[in-house]
């Protein structure tokens, strides 16, 4: 009778529990997560907040060596102007530390910026969203606070994942009192840091309570340091962490709208470049992120759609899901049209022929090479025994095995055969049959392209997944130049 009065009890304080929580002026903080969101967000908070004194942690102890690495080349994100920002925070009141109990601790505001990749096992495999870190961050919380904190969701996660989240605070904890927010970050890799200095908007979602309230506005004082109010968004939580998912969907969607239309453009002799031109000029339409491509890839996009569809069909609005698998579709469409015309082009046989990838991060300006289109034509031409020959001026060479392994497609050995590393831009062309642009690094516009097609084997071949390169004068050279949704001369 005691046990189960006892019980009702407990139920009923966690279903009504209102926090009155203690929420000093932020003065410390602590990220859970070092990664490429993680590292240059918490760099730059330290900068612009000289008083607030901001830790990094993570379990990845070669990481937060390199972060600690005196050399600045050596910090394991490339961002232009990270290493400058890391240069004046690191020390004063900027550290990246392993020893997470002691940092989570001493935090008023905990971040948990862990990875949320795609499940790869069980029940969602391969479309759920695996929260597996997100759940360790929130119980190490858990365990080791001592003392009432502000957590704040920095990863992307399904929607109700905060539900999860102040479960486990709420079950586990030491008795101190939690308040979950959710602060999705929009910083878009490559360029990172003025995303991060001058954001288009930062959305905080909270508690409709007047702790969740306290709460958003402490995190809200936290931005208003050098972004202006007008520019922090507070919602619910349930709109912070959909609306992370829908503006990746989003973006991903006009991408993939683009990229189908330029294999309509390849029939009909339209010209991709003009016809996003002339419809992004229609201010109700804008005219970013109309570029066609190869195909988006990174970390993110195609999980977060996956993520979309998969609540959406969880919630039976099969509609809805069909709808935003469709632009995972067009995507890997658009990668292997681009990798089954270089197999056409070279007469169906690719054994024994060189082609030369110019770049294999997934955009400019990164060295992340995650979900990269890249690494997806490579892997097809490599079904076709073609000789991949890559350079790319930030990717290294294990990230590049690491990546193609990872598919699984045929046995690590083979793969060391098929794909070759260089860190000369001008041997990985030498002797090639066809040059494969994939990523959109400025510095490919100003090679001596006379030299590289001197050093060819004839006919010389230019795919350019980007359509960066200057077509024209390529020609007048004397490649065979094949573009992204133009007809090809
Ligand atoms: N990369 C982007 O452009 C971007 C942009 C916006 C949002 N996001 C989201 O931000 C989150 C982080 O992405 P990322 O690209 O920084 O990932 P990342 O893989 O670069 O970094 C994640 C880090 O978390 C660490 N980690 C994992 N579990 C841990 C644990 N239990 N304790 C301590 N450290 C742990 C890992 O070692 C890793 O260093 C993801 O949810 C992602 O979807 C990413």
Known sequence: MTIVFSMLVRLFILQNIKFIMNIPEIKK????????????????????????????????EQKIAQWNDNNLDNLPVYEPGLKEVVKEARGRNLFFSTDMDTEIDAADMVFISVNTPTKTYGKGKGMAADLKYIELSARKIAEVATSDKIVVEKSTIPIRTAQAVRKILANTGNGVNFQILSNPEFLAEGTAVSDLYNPDRVLIGGEESEDGKKAMDALTSVYNNWIPRERILQTNIWSSELSKLVANAFLAQRISSINAISALCEKTGANVDEVAKAIGMDTRIGAKFLKTSVGFGGSCFQKDILNLVYISRFYGLDEVAYYWESVIEINDYQKNRFADSIIIKLNNTLSDKKIAFLGWAFKKDTNDSRESAAIYVADRLMEDKGIIAVYDPKVGEKRMHDDINYLKTRDEEENDKLLQYYSDPYEAMKDAYAIAVLTEWDEFLDYDWQKVYDNMIKPAYVFDGRNLLNHEKLREIGFNVQGIGKVNK
Do not use: E, F, L, S
């Not at 997560?33 to 760099?43: F, I």
């Open 29 to 60: 903080i602590c990220c859970i997560g070092a990664g490429y969101v993680g590292g240059p967000t918490m760099a730059v908070i330290a900068q612009k907040c000289p008083h607030i004194r901001v830790a990094v942690v993570d379990v990845n």
